[in-house]
């Protein structure tokens, strides 16, 4: 299985950390690129940031258009149907990238997965199913769609999780937000769930959370 193509942006010549950030449906990795600079992270954090293009694929619920997706989605209802082998071949392809950065000497607790909607889907499914301890967790106006069938890593039963959620999301209500969030902290997970004024997207006061939860994975 070949690497995903993405976009790498470092933050020091030596960096001694990774974040893994997921796009969400219809986007690629240019997506997120943006944000690395609007953080404002310490000059002392020397991060690698890779932000992962996924493959094109016909998505049922834009009436099989082919477009940048993790998997399939076959129905955009609170259930949210979705093509479970497939995002497992995108959580394979994940598993792949951290154990690059694990091949390039990266600690896997300085490893940080975050992902937005359908990416913070795959981030879940790599995230808490990984057989080496990580940084921790960043799910954005997202939902666990393998909570029913993910088997859960020991490694990971301390992972660090953060969850942001839109108030008004018209994509992925925020009941999907909560409803991650009830079942790690019934996993015993220890969550911060964050809710913000807006649609399904990014906005500035959650930038700035977005910074101190990094700052806050990686230790520093």
Not at 83 to 97: E, P
Not at 106 to 125: C, E, M, N
Not at 160 to 189: F, K, M, N, S, T
Request: aromatic letters at 8%.
């Amino acid at each position: 299985m070949s690497l995903l193509p993405a976009i790498e942006l470092e933050t020091s010549s030596r960096p001694d950390g990774a974040i893994i950030w997921l796009h969400g449906l219809g986007a690629d990795g240019s997506d997120f690129a943006p944000i690395v600079p609007e953080l404002q992270l310490p000059a002392d954090m020397g991060i690698r940031f890779i932000f992962p293009h996924a493959p094109a694929m016909a998505v049922t619920v834009n009436n099989g258009y082919v477009m940048p997706a993790w998997f399939d989605v076959l129905d955009m209802t609170i259930n949210r149907r979705v093509d479970t082998a497939q995002l497992l071949v995108s959580a394979a392809k994940i598993n792949q990238l951290v154990d690059r950065e694990l091949a390039r000497g990266i600690d896997s607790r300085r490893i940080v997965l975050a992902g937005f909607s359908q990416g913070g889907a795959v981030a879940y499914q790599v995230s808490l199913a990984c057989s080496a301890p990580l940084g921790g967790l960043l799910a954005m106006s997202t939902y666990f769609a393998t909570s029913d069938s993910i088997v859960l890593s020991e490694a990971n039963r301390r992972l660090p999780i953060e969850i942001h959620h839109g108030i008004y999301d018209p994509v992925v209500p925020l009941a999907l937000g909560h409803r991650a969030d009830e079942y790690l902290r019934g996993q015993g997970y220890e969550v911060v769930f964050r809710s913000y004024p807006m649609d399904h997207s990014v906005c500035p006061e959650q930038i700035t959370h977005i910074a101190q939860a990094l700052i806050r994975f990686l230790g520093r």
